[in-house]
């Protein structure tokens, strides 16, 4: 289903009956299916009678990238190149700013569609589209189940506040995209013979220019829309039960694995949670407040707070507490470069930012540890804070994420209540390596990790 209020038309120029194609802009949903987007723009080109083309931008300065996340995000886009072929669909994909290939290949169309994405440096790629091209410009959000206006019109609080909001309008949204045949109709000469394959996709990344520092983890994550399929159905068969006692345990490893997925829009969460069916257990309620409750909070934190990556982004009670509290002693206080190299007192801080190194990921629970131990260790809040976000953007597949940036948000008390005041912490949340003892098996995931 196509609600109406995950459409937004961007700009005042009307469809243009002169134009040669209906135009596909891809760039965060980076799919063929269950992609509202692709859908509206497969639609348009049946009501206009044109040909449809998809393309897609491949710059090598992608914000804070490395040949980890490159690698990732070309499998996913052979996988697209190959399944848009099998649909009928062209695609073209080249080496260029996502908003000035569009631009460009805008002056042909009659109409531009493009994903919706909420951070600072996609929300302004849009914007430049909208205002350059001489057609209409229409964004289709598909990377969230519910369109992130739809939920909230400011930023909220925390995940109770906008919980409440969700379960109210979710039956809208949570409902199947009934996606259409596309009828070919020739693009122009001049074009056919651009369109993109799957070796050209290969070709294409291998003249990148792109930071080599930081290797592929192609034996822990493949990339792609087919990977993302297959590992829905392995959750479902074996990982969903016991999710919600064990999602913390982080020796076992029981999670979903999709987050890389959903971060390049490889999977759509509507896809994931019409997956779930009709069953009614706590597990199911567990993950879906994860994939629903906690990813709608982040993309409304991006969304409505222009400094999401960075301390500024603190207000309230947690800025306060950790400003009175900033000249507090620290000890240790340790450099980045020995944190990057994991190389504290702790090994289970150390196991953490290991796995992530070595996988591209971290166990959820390690994660919120991982965090604090940083706001501890560094010299000021402000500073932790842009060593967070430094190697969750370096290492994590599903870093530069709204996710990433609201959970490193969550460990300086956005999102949370206050606690017991403390040293360093002030009134926000603490976590120590005694709660780790007290709670897991916590040295079997230090064993885990160091078999990596």
């Known amino acids: 289903m196509l609600h109406e209020s995950r459409i937004h038309i961007l700009n005042q120029q009307p469809e243009r009956n002169e134009g040669a194609y209906i135009l596909y802009w891809m760039q965060a949903s980076q799919r063929s299916r269950v992609n509202h987007a692709l859908?509206?723009?497969?639609r348009a080109a049946a009501r206009l009678g044109k040909p449809l083309l998809v393309c897609f931008g491949v710059t090598d300065r992608y914000p804070d990238a490395n040949l980890r996340h490159y690698r990732f995000m070309e499998e996913g886009l052979q996988d697209v190149a190959r399944n848009l072929a099998a649909r009928g669909i062209p695609f073209l994909a080249r080496q260029t700013s996502p908003e000035l290939g569009a631009l460009e290949l805008s002056a042909d169309a009659v109409l531009v569609v493009t994903d919706g994405a909420y951070m600072r440096h996609e929300r302004a790629w849009r914007e430049t589209v909208a205002a350059g091209a001489a057609c209409r410009v229409v964004e289709v959000e598909t990377n969230v189940l519910l369109p992130v206006t739809a939920v909230s019109a400011k930023e909220e609080y925390m995940a109770a506040t906008i919980r409440r909001k969700i379960e109210r309008i979710l039956p809208l949204y949570a409902v199947p995209l009934l996606e259409s045949t596309y009828q070919a109709v020739a693009l122009p000469g001049p074009l056919q013979g651009l369109l993109t394959s799957p070796e050209g996709i290969a070709d294409l990344f291998a003249h990148l220019a792109v930071d080599s520092s930081v290797a592929p983890v192609g034996e822990h994550y493949k990339g792609g829309e087919d990977a993302a399929q297959e590992r829905l159905e392995a959750f479902l068969a074996r990982g969903l039960a016991g999710f919600a006692t064990m999602r913390n345990e982080p020796a076992y490893?029981?999670?979903?694995?999709l987050s890389p997925y959903l971060h390049f829009g490889q999977i759509s969460p509507l896809e994931i949670?019409?997956?779930?069916?009709?069953i009614d257990t706590e597990d199911k309620r567990s993950f879906v407040d994860e994939l629903i409750v906690r990813r709608e909070l982040s993309m409304n934190f991006v969304y409505y707070n222009p400094n999401y990556d960075s301390y500024d982004a603190i207000t309230s009670f947690a800025r306060e507490t950790l400003d009175e509290h900033a000249a507090d002693a620290r000890n240790p206080l340790y450099s980045l470069d020995t944190l990057e190299a994991a190389e504290t007192y702790d090994p289970y801080w150390n196991a953490a930012q290991l796995e992530m190194v070595k996988t591209g990921k971290m166990a959820g629970y390690m994660r919120m540890y991982w965090g604090k131990k940083v706001l501890e260790w560094s010299p000021s809040p402000a500073e932790a804070y842009r060593r967070l976000v430094y190697l969750n953007n370096k290492y994590s597949l599903d870093g530069?994420?709204?996710n990433g940036y609201a959970g490193i948000a969550w460990c300086f008390g956005k999102h949370d209540r206050g606690w017991a005041e403390?040293?360093?912490f002030g009134k926000v949340r603490y976590m120590n390596d005694k709660g780790l003892e007290r709670k897991f098996k916590i040295r079997d995931y230090v064993e885990k990790v160091a078999s990596l």
């Open 422 to 424: 403390r040293s360093i």
């Open 39 to 42: 859908e509206y723009a497969v």
């Open 253 to 257: 490893g029981i999670t979903s694995h």
């Open 400 to 402: 530069r994420d709204p």
């Open 273 to 278: 949670y019409l997956a779930l069916g009709e």
